[in-house]
């Protein structure tokens, strides 16, 4: 039992920090008010060039960083079209993730099956001496550690910044944020940034840091995934930090049910991530709706 | 219309069909000597699965200098590997490998069609006049294999990520149970199935899972071994490989053993058959005394005497003295499934849909 | 970029249509090749080898015509919802559980003649893809969940339905344990055209575009759509029923995205296995978007996308690149065209 509940809570974690960071970077895409339904694309991009990059150099920090640099300028593409171009952002997304698919089979076919030493574990010490929490919490690497940082800073950013603020602002409704001095299309492309970074550092953390090998859409649907774990974190970044290992845990517990020797149907498992998202969207419809950012879909025809 | 919009309405169409006149008279004078097809469900450099048959069919050129290949990796089953596998034979190719388990329908349509093309199919379990399946019987291989994990371990607890629950992969699980319980009475066998051939993040995990129970042997049959195998080492367990002989350096330290898939004299032998003309369809089961088959060298966790009692069984089973299913066997839900003084026979693995006792998961 | 005056003569207007389709894919094509050539492959060999392939022969075309298939009824099942502003990106998930409903009617009926079960199958699809869709639609008309996040979430649950399905209870006994149902009888199969594989479900698409076509344009329905896309509280307090338009034309979207599945479960597959759609579903959200949700526009771009598609093969097999690299000439092509359309709602 206490196996299980270690395996469980280490799970959790390991399979949530790409979820979680792919989630704030959607969150704060659509708290621009632009939904990215290309986050795959942008993951994808992320983990090919990190892996990549590892293997070119043996260093996973500079894999890391490239990985990110890589996410922020693929996404940079999707700001264009959709910003300055006004272009429909779904469909704009839609082709996002596909020619990340693409893009991400082509630069790492030569890399399949090249071996990385990834991301280091970096043990606490003392802390992972911890009866049962131990090293459950305190034996991950780098980038498990700074997610839940990452997320703090993002919910600071957002909500105690005047950056944040006038994000937010142009999210809610961009005609009066211009109106009041504000450069909505400036502020969409620097969120855009920051959600390409973390949208990278999502992909890169799942090819160096978990499964230090590249296959092709590895991603495996987790950029989808993040975008009903922002609705279902009512688009505030701490909520996501639970709603990420509520859904880690549940991609890792059906496997740790397996392990145990528990006779449990793993689809059935792994559905539940989903209905969930929708059950709660739907019991609690009417509050949810009115905390998203009020234009978010709309395409701010500014006069810039 | 004027002129202008004539001459660039057709400029372009022109163009095209000169390079198609080209194309196809160019591949018109094809070169002699045989050509061969092979479609791959993954990468070629997954080190595991597919690679071994890539490598396979690099032996056979080598061996066959006048061959050529057309190959193609991540094809999709379904619709996508029977177009292939026409275009595959449109273009002139006379022996086509469908080297993916969920190939087998695909290559039965494209081999009604041409009956001049020879298909060869790994782990199928229907043929035609034209395509013959093959496999190599794996379950003593994994039996000898779990008496050296049995040996090994401190735990008395080993651990398999598997794929899918399907029976070539049920029995051999069975028989790596069979022969950990031949050496340590104690030994048990947890399985996490992950759903899928190939997926890096999944494999991970379920190997932590077990590990996490306090595993410390762990063998894998997914695509690509690379993961779990990795995965073992990092924390200290030991590992046993599959499909590919590469596998070893991934666990310098763990490494126990592992299973490959030597296909290279095999496929020579077939395409030597195609380009004599004396092929025949026949379901070719190999075992542990063909060379395709292969027993990677023990790592040094597995100790001499350990060895020597493997090689022995092995004897056996090359000369038929034992049966690796021999009954009285058990499922784990305490089922009889085999009597005492009878055997599961090899040939009938594909009807296997029980884990022996002593193996904890679930076969559905 | 607005249309031209209904004044215009018809062939300016094809005109202004096909350069707005043409120009930004030839832009793609030469954006792609520079793509090819960073990779170091020789674009005018791919290219000739991609419109050789599914152009240049019976076969080729044949199979451009087999992909093309599933792509139009996806499109359309994004079309006609689209004619309100509802946004189905469902149509993945519409179409494997469309799959799901036939293939219960294939294991069940597999006795019955051809003539009772395909239409069967055909009205089983289209339920199960329709009952899909509704869910979204309900969800949406009582102001719940908005239908691009609901039929996002509800692919998962259909894609893992299918895997739940196939590995456990309609598991083919006899196929060794393989996640597969069992083969459907000869009678559950879709006649095709002569050698090809080109079956009914290019009939059924060209009679969902024709069909949407007729009832967008000429009928009451068409009209009243029409007043509720442009300004839906108006039409609402002018006493159209919104709502239910929201119910029943999400049920028949994915009513046709679920006979994208029936078709490909039991022309293609003849049995349901994981491994059912690449995506047809998204794709057709590309191409109903691309092509503006107008009915010859859905043809011509599902065309243009089922050579693109169906060339990747052929790249592998020629010059080793990766197949899912035409993946990125179908998104460049849409970059170009969203690029060059500033103002889309």
Redesign the interface.
């Known amino acids: 039992m206490l196996?299980?509940a270690?395996?469980l809570l280490?799970?959790a974690i390991?399979?949530g920090t790409p979820l979680l960071y792919a989630t704030l970077a959607e969150l704060i895409s659509e708290r621009a008010g632009i939904?990215n339904?290309g986050l795959e694309g942008v993951m994808l991009v992320g983990a090919v060039v990190g892996f990549v990059t590892c293997v070119a150099t043996g260093s996973a920090t500079l894999a890391v960083a490239a990985a990110a640099l890589a996410g922020a300028l693929f996404n940079m593409?999707f700001a264009?079209?959709v910003i300055s171009?006004?272009?429909?952002p779904?469909?704009?997304g839609?082709?996002?993730?596909?020619?990340g698919?693409?893009?991400s089979?082509?630069l790492g076919?030569?890399?399949?099956?090249?071996?990385i030493s990834g991301l280091p574990e970096i043990p606490v010490p003392v802390l992972t001496d911890l009866p049962l929490v131990g090293p459950a919490l305190f034996a991950h690497d780098a980038l498990v550690y700074l997610a839940a940082p990452v997320a703090t800073l993002l919910w600071w950013v957002l909500f105690f910044t005047r950056w944040g603020l006038s994000l937010r602002a142009v999210g809610e409704n961009p005609v009066a944020a211009f109106a009041a001095g504000r450069s909505p299309h400036r502020l969409q492309y620097q969120a855009l940034v920051v959600a390409g970074i973390l949208g990278g550092l999502a992909g890169a953390h799942?090819s160096v840091g978990?499964?230090?090998?590249?296959?092709?859409?590895?991603t495996?649907?987790r950029g989808?995934?993040a975008?009903?774990l922002v609705?279902f974190s009512k688009w505030h970044p701490l909520r996501a930090i639970a709603g990420a290992l509520l859904f880690g845990g549940a991609?890792?517990l059906q496997?740790?049910m397996?392990?145990?020797?528990v006779?449990i149907?793993?689809?059935?498992l792994?559905?539940l991530p989903?209905?969930l998202?929708?059950v709660v969207?739907?019991v609690w419809?009417?509050a949810r709706?009115h905390a998203a950012p009020a234009s978010l879909?709309r395409?701010f025809?500014g006069t810039e | 219309m004027p002129l202008t919009l004539i001459r660039t309405a057709w400029t372009l169409p022109s163009v095209l069909l000169a390079l198609m006149v080209v194309l196809v008279a160019g591949s018109a004078a094809e070169a002699q000597g045989l050509k061969v097809g092979i479609l791959h469900i993954g990468s070629m450099a997954d080190g595991g699965y597919n690679q071994a048959h890539a490598e396979g069919i690099q032996a056979m050129k080598r061996n066959l200098p006048g061959v050529e290949v057309i190959e193609v990796e991540n094809v999709p089953e379904g619709a996508d590997a029977e177009r292939v596998m026409e275009n595959m034979a449109k273009q002139g190719a006379k022996l086509i490998v469908a080297a993916s388990f969920g190939y087998l329908e695909p290559a039965l349509r494209v081999a009604a069609k041409y009956p001049d093309v020879k298909f060869f199919h790994p782990g199928g379990y229907k043929r035609a006049p034209n395509l013959t399946t093959y496999w190599a019987s794996t379950p003593e291989a994994f039996y000898l294999m779990g008496m050296a994990a049995g040996r090994a371990t401190k735990t008395n607890k080993l651990g398999y990520v598997v794929a899918l629950p399907i029976s070539f992969f049920l029995a051999n699980i069975n028989a790596f149970e069979l022969g950990a319980r031949a050496v340590n009475p104690k030994a048990e066998t947890r399985v996490v199935f992950t759903g899928t051939f190939l997926d890096p993040a999944k494999e991970a995990t379920a190997a932590n899972a077990l590990l996490d129970q306090g595993v410390d042997v762990l063998g894998v049959i997914v695509d690509s071994p690379i993961t779990v195998v990795q995965t073992a080492e990092k924390r200290n367990a030991y590992s046993i490989g599959y499909h590919s002989l590469g596998a070893q350096k991934f666990a310098p330290k763990g490494w126990i053993g592992g299973i490959a898939f030597t296909w290279g004299n095999l496929y020579t032998r077939f395409a030597r058959q195609v380009a004599d003309g004396a092929f025949k369809s026949e379901n070719i089961l190999g075992g542990l005394a063909d060379d395709y088959l292969t027993l990677a060298p023990f790592g040094a966790a597995v100790p001499a005497d350990a060895v020597a009692l493997v090689n022995a069984k092995k004897q056996e089973f090359i000369a038929g003295t034992t049966q690796v299913f021999a009954g009285p066997l058990k499922d784990n839900r305490g089922m009889e499934r085999v009597k005492a003084g009878a055997a599961f026979p090899l040939t009938d693995l594909g009807k296997m849909d029980w884990l022996v006792e002593g193996v904890i998961g679930q076969s559905r | 970029m607005t249309a031209p005056p209904e004044s215009a003569t018809l062939g300016i207007a094809w005109r202004a249509r096909l350069t707005s389709i043409a120009t930004p894919a030839g832009l793609a094509l030469v954006m792609f090749a520079g793509v090819l050539l960073a990779f170091g492959k020789n674009p005018i060999k791919a290219y000739v080898d991609i419109f050789g392939s599914t152009l240049g022969s019976a076969y080729g075309f044949s199979e451009t015509l087999v992909k093309m298939t599933p792509l139009v009824l996806t499109a359309v099942a994004v079309a006609i919802p689209a004619k309100i502003w509802l946004i189905n990106v469902g149509g993945e998930g519409q179409l494997y559980i469309g799959a799901i409903f036939a293939t219960w009617g294939a294991l069940t009926f597999g006795h019955l003649p051809a003539w009772l079960l395909l239409p069967l199958m055909v009205a089983l699809g289209f339920l199960g893809g329709g009952l899909w869709g509704l869910v979204a639609g309900l969800l949406r008309a009582r102001g719940w969940v908005s239908e691009t996040i609901s039929t996002l979430l509800m692919n998962y649950v259909a894609i893992l339905s299918l895997n739940y399905v196939v590995f456990g209870p309609w598991k083919d006994p006899e196929g060794v344990n393989y996640p597969q149902t069992a083969e459907f009888a000869p009678s559950a199969i879709l006649p095709v055209l002569g050698q090809s594989r080109v079956h009914l479900g290019l009939a059924l698409g060209l009679l969902a575009v024709g069909l949407f076509a007729f009832f967008a344009s000429r009928t009451r329905w068409g009209l009243e759509m029409r007043a509720i896309g442009g300004n839906a509280d108006a039409a609402r307090r002018n006493g159209l029923p919104v709502g239910r338009y929201v119910i029943g034309l999400m049920f028949i979207g994915g009513g046709l995205a679920g006979l994208a599945g029936m078709c490909e479960v039991s022309a293609i597959q003849g049995r349901l296995r994981p491994s059912l759609s690449p995506g047809y579903g998204y794709t057709g959200f590309l191409i109903s978007w691309m092509a503006s949700g107008h009915p010859l526009g859905i043809l011509g771009a599902a065309f243009l996308l089922a050579v693109v598609t169906a060339g990747g093969d052929i790249l592998q097999m020629t010059q080793a690149i990766p197949g899912s690299v035409v993946n990125i000439l179908m998104a460049v092509i849409l970059f170009v065209i969203l690029g060059r359309r500033p103002g889309e709602r």
């Not at chain 1, 171009?85 to 429909?88: K, L, Q, T, Y």
């Not at chain 1, 397996?258 to 020797?261: D, N």
């Open positions: 196996g299980l270690r395996g280490s799970g390991v399979s939904v339904l593409i264009f079209l171009r006004r272009a429909n779904l469909a704009t839609l082709a996002l993730m596909f020619c698919v693409g893009l089979a082509l076919a030569p890399y399949v099956g090249s071996q799942l978990v499964a230090k090998a590249w296959a092709e859409w590895m495996a649907g989808f995934i975008v009903a609705i991609i890792s496997l740790q397996q392990a145990l020797g006779p149907s793993a689809f059935l792994d559905m989903y209905v998202s929708l969207l739907a419809g009417g709706r879909g395409v025809r």
